[in-house]
């Protein structure tokens, strides 16, 4: 049977059909009509900044202004952001300023005296660039850009901001970004979002649009109030599998898919459907607009605007065992990196061949000075390291759940397809041991074993993890509709995940809180509203798709004639 999995999902956005404006003929035709005496393009640093200034340099104007002239030079703003940009090729530390600190004040005040004495004048008045809303008011066009589309952009040989690295390895690239860049422009388009007049997307070049902000904030604001599932993305890998390629209706002729982010607000983007075409935003967008219908408010008390729960896939079947790991523990991720909270999570094994295995914590017994020895001496190149000498590995079949608090040493082993559930700081694996491969680069992958090894629980050996992390489930209730299982995570993690064996139906009481679920067995169900705000919606196999607080309670119905499966997590609320 062909696979229903939709890997270009979109969100139908009611009472704005026909909103968006396709290509850069009505683009500058509807601006030069309607934009007024003064046009403000403030863009996302990632934009293609000189391809986008020649389309709109055909509205007619008298004045052009160009915001890059107000920041400091690149090499002032690299030193200046040294400490955080760090030498590794991984980890930076997060950079909590404003997108004032790289701006020249004296410089920002001569560019509005010139908008405003242009205006005065009654000239016409084009700003462009990142940071252009701090310059003059009147039109203002926001150029936003999805994270993934920026990741693939440094890849292919786009700088950082103000600098000239194009021929830098893209993960120190997508560092700066995560840990700087991204964080900065985030800061500065939320303090604008409501006064945004047109969206412009130009993640396609090739099919540029643009949308009124009215338009594109009420779509947030329908988002936060209904089922909804982000746009996936997938990406090869030097130890991918050969599932997703059925399962997602993927291009058969690539090598492989190692990764794929599903259900990752942080990387994922949002298709908003008005009726004509449709624009591309990030998820974290949704986040930040319109984070306590989102996520409820016991979560946005506790994390703000940020999405604290992540799925996504990792596929083994056909492929590589993935790197010996282990994440970091929260008070040294936040002492080292900055970060408020660490990547605890879990393997859900969605389906696996025979053979399949996870390994996880450690053996018995062991010296853990002769492990670190032997690890370093493997990433050396003098010995290949042994790791069942030191890791347990577990069989691994479908429908097992296996349960990582930070801390813990694994890594899954060849022929899984693992549903990895975890906390969201990104990007904080502790590679130890790779098994002396290279990346898709030719370059040998980052390992970080000096930072590891101080976050290793030697504790956590093999009796330990066979009680508390190897399927830890047990029935929470069981009808004639339902039964529904607790599968984890550890008392140690604060995310919650409960399987859901559904025969016909069930209601979930969400209490509040955001759901990010994953249809796990079974072709389709549809998510129902108990009070008819919004029509039900239709899921499919292996699609993960998120539930907002704000809705409340709902149903997940089962239309097949099959027991269909449902696995859910949320964020454990704290105890009073």
């Known amino acids: ?89 991984i980890f930076g530390r997060m950079y909590y300023g404003e997108i004032d600190n790289f701006i020249v004040p004296e410089k920002l005040e001569e560019l509005r005296d010139a908008a405003q004495e242009a205006a005065a004048q009654g000239k016409r008045v084009l700003v462009y660039g990142y940071g252009a809303g701090l310059i003059a008011s009147g039109t203002l066009v926001y150029l936003d850009m999805a994270r993934w589309e920026i990741t693939l952009r440094y890849r292919n040989g786009m700088p950082n901001f103000l600098d000239t690295n194009y021929d830098e390895d893209a993960l120190r690239k997508i560092k700066r970004g995560f840990f700087i860049e991204w964080r900065v422009a985030d800061k500065h388009k939320r303090s604008l979002f409501d006064s945004i007049d047109y969206f412009l997307d130009t993640n396609n070049m090739e099919d540029v649009k643009l949308v009124k902000g009215d338009a594109v904030r009420a779509g947030l604001e329908q988002m936060a109030h209904r089922p909804f599932r982000l746009v996936p993305y997938f990406d090869p890998g030097v130890w991918g599998g050969q599932w997703m390629k059925e399962v997602c209706n993927l291009d058969p002729d690539k090598e492989n898919y190692a990764w794929s982010f599903d259900g990752v607000p942080e990387e994922n983007s949002i298709y908003l459907d008005f009726g004509n ?62 970060m408020a909270y660490t990547q605890d999570e879990s393997y859900y094994i969605l389906d696996a061949k025979e053979g399949a295995s996870v390994y996880l914590g450690l053996k018995e017994g062991i010296n853990k000075d002769q492990m670190i020895e032997d690890l370093y001496a493997a990433n050396r190149g003098e010995i290949l390291f042994d790791a069942e000498k030191y890791i347990n590995r577990f069989p691994a079949k479908k429908h097992d759940h296996f349960l990582i608090p930070a801390g813990t040493c694994h890594c899954s082993g060849s022929d899984a397809m693992v549903l990895e559930i975890s906390a969201t ?9 790779d ?22 629980q030697w504790d956590r050996t093999t009796k330990w993890v066979e009680k508390n992390l190897v399927n830890a489930i047990h029935t929470v209730k069981e009808d004639d509709h339902v039964k529904e299982e607790h599968t984890g995570l550890h008392e140690l993690e604060f995310i919650e995940t409960r399987r859901l064996w559904i025969k016909d139906e069930v209601v979930v009481d969400n209490e509040d809180n955001v759901n990010m679920l994953n249809l796990i067995e079974g ?24 539930v907002p607080a704000s809705v409340k309670g709902y149903r997940i119905v089962n239309p097949t004639g099959d027991t269909i499966g449902v696995l859910r997590a949320y964020v454990r609320k704290t105890q009073a």
């Open 1 to 89: 049977m062909k696979s229903l999995y939709d890997p270009f999902p979109k969100t139908r956005i009611k009472g704005y059909d026909d909103a968006v404006i396709h290509g850069w003929d009505a683009i500058v035709e509807d601006l030069d009509q309607n934009g007024g005496s003064t046009l403000v393009f403030d863009a996302y640093p990632g934009v293609f900044d000189e391809e986008v200034k020649k389309e709109l340099k055909r509205i007619p104007h008298d004045v052009w202004i160009d915001a890059l002239d107000m920041f400091k030079d690149g090499e002032t703003i690299k030193e200046q952001l040294k400490y955080n940009i760090t030498d590794d090729r």
């Open 435 to 456: 098994w002396a491969r290279v990346g898709l680069d030719g370059l040998p992958r980052p390992v970080h074993i000096d930072h590891g090894k101080k976050n290793i």
């Open 425 to 433: 700081p990104y990007c904080f694996t502790f590679k130890m041991w």
């Open 277 to 338: 075409g449709h624009i591309e935003l990030p998820a974290m967008d949704l986040v930040l607009y319109e984070p306590k219908p989102l996520l409820g408010p016991s979560v946005y008390s506790r994390f703000g605007a940020e999405f604290p729960i992540r799925f996504d896939f990792l596929d083994t079947i056909g492929g590589q065992n993935l790197s010996l790991q282990v994440h970091p523990l929260t008070e040294y991720i936040h002492r080292t990196f900055g």
């Open 523 to 546: 072709q389709k169900a549809y998510i129902e509203s108990l009070d008819g705000s919004f029509e039900p919606f239709e899921v499919h196999y292996a699609e993960t798709f998120i």
